[in-house]
């Protein structure tokens, strides 16, 4: 997991294509090994020291990266939900878990509008699992998301 990742990755939730490899190869190296370590922590005991958990030295790596305050909190929260609410693997993908967190930093750079937006979509669905006008338990109903997405959408440009 230490060794930097030289390939380009597209996924179709950030709508582009990036290189990774000049994110990490950037970030502090004292940031990066507590990251790696907390990473391993946690895989291995299921908990970190407070303060020290994988999230929060994302966040650090985010706003070094000159990721804004708010979208370094919202990423660091939807880092930490997607493991804390066991979201299935292609959404904790997104959420960092795969690559140390650079397309959500990436995304955020590129375009902090379109990733504040995704980003508060999936908070704000549990991970797409919740209707958020109604909190009604969804799951797998994934025929319903689209309506539901595009309801969200327009009440949150109001």
């Known amino acids: 997991m230490s060794s930097v990742i030289e390939k380009t990755v597209e996924s179709s939730l950030t709508g582009f294509e990036e290189e990774n490899s000049e994110l990490v190869a950037e970030t502090s190296p004292l940031i990066r090994e507590a990251l790696l370590e907390s990473l ?4 291995g005991q299921g908990f970190c020291v407070y303060g020290q958990y994988p999230w929060d030295f994302w966040q ?3 706003l070094e990266h000159g990721v804004s305050e708010e979208l370094a909190t919202l990423g660091r929260s939807l880092m930490r939900e997607a493991d804390q609410h066991a979201w ?6 997104l959420c960092g878990w795969n690559d140390e967190g650079r397309r959500m930093i990436a995304l955020a750079l590129k375009s902090p509008k379109t990733a504040k937006q995704r980003w508060s979509w999936l908070m704000e669905t549990d991970g797409q699992r919740v209707d958020p006008a109604t909190c009604e338990w969804i799951g797998d109903e994934s025929w319903k998301w689209p309506s539901l ?4 959408n327009k009440e949150a440009c109001r």
């Open 40 to 43: 391993a922590v946690l895989n």
């Open 60 to 62: 650090s790596m985010a």
């Open 88 to 93: 299935g693997e292609g959404l904790r993908s």
């Open 149 to 152: 997405r595009r309801r969200w």
